[in-house]
């Protein structure tokens, strides 16, 4: 059984920056995707970033594109966000997700559907 668990959230002025950290445990596939996805009040969850174990290849929603950063250490089975240049319009809870794989991954998605581990989620708030 897949588990995540997230840290790192907080508050920060515009501008600023934050890094949250997700770790995993029970990803044993061939390849697996973690991800992070936001949802703020009144609004639907939105996929933020995600990354291959593999071939670390990654997408970006376009809102965040050229702001935030993925990353994973596998060895550490922990994923990192980092979050620069940080807007009002970021603020939301943060979700690490993940899903394992048998087959190498060229891909990975910025929609829930495939995740199956979730985090409880941690909190970014950005004052203007």
């Known amino acids: 059984q897949v588990q995540v668990v997230e840290s790192g959230g907080g508050l920060v002025q515009t501008g600023g920056s934050l890094r949250l950290s997700c770790t995993a445990s029970?990803?044993?596939?061939?390849?697996?995707?973690m991800g992070w996805f936001r949802q703020a009040p009144g609004k639907e969850r939105e996929g933020v970033s995600c990354?291959?174990?593999?071939?670390?290849?990654?997408d970006y929603a376009d809102s965040v594109k050229g702001r935030f950063t993925i990353s994973r250490d596998n060895a550490k089975n922990t994923l990192y966000l980092e979050m620069n240049n940080l807007k009002p319009e970021d603020t939301a809870t943060y979700y690490c997700a993940a899903f394992g794989s048998q087959w190498k991954l060229i891909t990975c998605p910025l929609t829930g559907a495939p995740y199956n581990a979730w985090g409880q989620g941690t909190q970014v708030t950005v004052s203007s």
């Open positions: 029970g990803l044993t596939f061939d390849d697996d995707v």
């Open positions: 990354i291959t174990r593999r071939l670390r290849k990654e």
